[in-house]
């Protein structure tokens, strides 16, 4: 017996609105592909580029809690700026991350990144410096590779010393796409 | 020892159960009362579920936690008591409001049996899976239910 849409619906949002959820998950489309976007109480803890929604259920239950639901309404407000920023209409996020889940200094590292602007670039050896390591531009690409929420928290503008994109944990496609939507770079002829 | 079973994440659970709980509410409550317990079920459930210890027989915690939100449902549909027509030898189903009315003062059992034979027209088999009993013992509780209506109408 199908479950019809609308009862369907119906659960999810009540299981959000009263408060019965360690994470409220939904699928966002945008210009770089489908993003799973979860959020907590405390707010955006994941962000995710092509993901398969079963094994990110089980890497969520597992930070959180068990209680993981696809719902869209908790992510409403992620939604609308993620859209506003790929309109060009927004050029910094005002939404609260969950950080729970990231170590000491990647924590630091990610404080850090919130900083850098729109529009411009930072390296790896700066962020590391302004996060009181200055020697640990290494250890910085992989905090940027294992970012929970990119895009929020800006790790596609953090590029190697020689100015080369380097790497991103969405693909370099992704990082150039969204560089030249900020203006930081030039289109590639 | 049984191997641990981990509790998976809700949606799982969720998209796992929600077609037989619906199911069986509708078998039990009809389509518009098993909407509205539909969402209570799934509500409780996850109320209960980080209390979960182990991931097995959780087809049977989800039809449990159903068949109690049918019953109260059933139990909690009481208005006032009328006229009481010989409910064997009537053609049409009751209506659900009807029976409600007529069946207010039964013991809850002897009631939920008579309602789901009568206004849902279930098996004996089915209502016993409801009621958590035996075939024979919904048969004899819809029957006694009956009886207990028939006096009441001679009084």
């Known amino acids: ?189 | 020892m049984m191997e641990a079973v981990r509790v998976p994440p809700f949606e799982r659970f969720y998209e796992e159960q929600r077609e037989p709980v619906l199911g069986q509410l509708r078998r039990m409550l009809g389509r518009d009362a098993a909407d509205d317990a539909f969402q209570e079920t799934f509500l409780r459930a996850l109320r209960a579920y980080p209390a979960l210890e182990h991931g097995r027989h959780l087809r049977a915690w989800a039809l449990t936690i159903a068949r109690n939100v049918a019953l109260d449902v059933l139990r909690k549909s009481i208005s006032t008591a009328a006229d009481v027509p010989d409910l064997e030898s009537i053609d049409e189903p009751l209506k659900y409001e009807e029976l409600k009315r007529l069946t207010e003062d039964l013991p809850q059992k002897e009631r939920a049996a008579v309602f789901l034979r009568y206004g849902y027209d279930l098996s004996y088999e089915d209502i016993g899976a409801a009621l958590g009993s035996s075939p024979e013992a919904a048969r004899q509780a819809a029957s006694s239910g009956v009886r207990r209506l028939r006096r009441k109408e001679l009084r």
């Open chain 1, 1 to 189: 017996m199908t479950v019809p849409r609308e009862l369907d619906n119906r659960f999810r949002a009540a299981a959000a609105a009263q408060g019965l959820l360690d994470v409220a998950y939904d699928l966002i489309d945008t210009p770089v592909g489908r993003l799973l976007v979860a959020v907590t109480d405390r707010g955006v803890c994941e962000i995710e580029y092509d993901a398969d929604p079963e094994a990110e259920e089980e890497r969520l239950a597992r930070l959180f809690g068990v209680r993981v639901l696809r719902s869209p309404r908790p992510t409403d407000e992620a939604r609308r700026q993620l859209d506003e920023y790929f309109a060009g209409k927004r050029r910094a996020f005002e939404l609260d991350v969950d950080l729970r889940a990231t170590r000491e200094f990647a924590h630091t590292v990610l404080d850090e990144l919130a900083r850098v602007p729109y529009g411009e670039l930072t390296t790896y050896g700066a962020l590391a410096a302004r996060a009181g390591r200055p020697r640990a531009a290494r250890a910085v690409g992989t905090v940027m590779n294992r970012n929970p929420v990119p895009i929020v928290l800006p790790c596609h503008r953090v590029v190697g010393s020689t100015g080369a994109l380097t790497g991103y944990g969405g693909g370099l496609d992704r990082k150039r796409t969204l560089l030249e939507l900020e203006g930081a770079i030039s289109p590639l002829a």
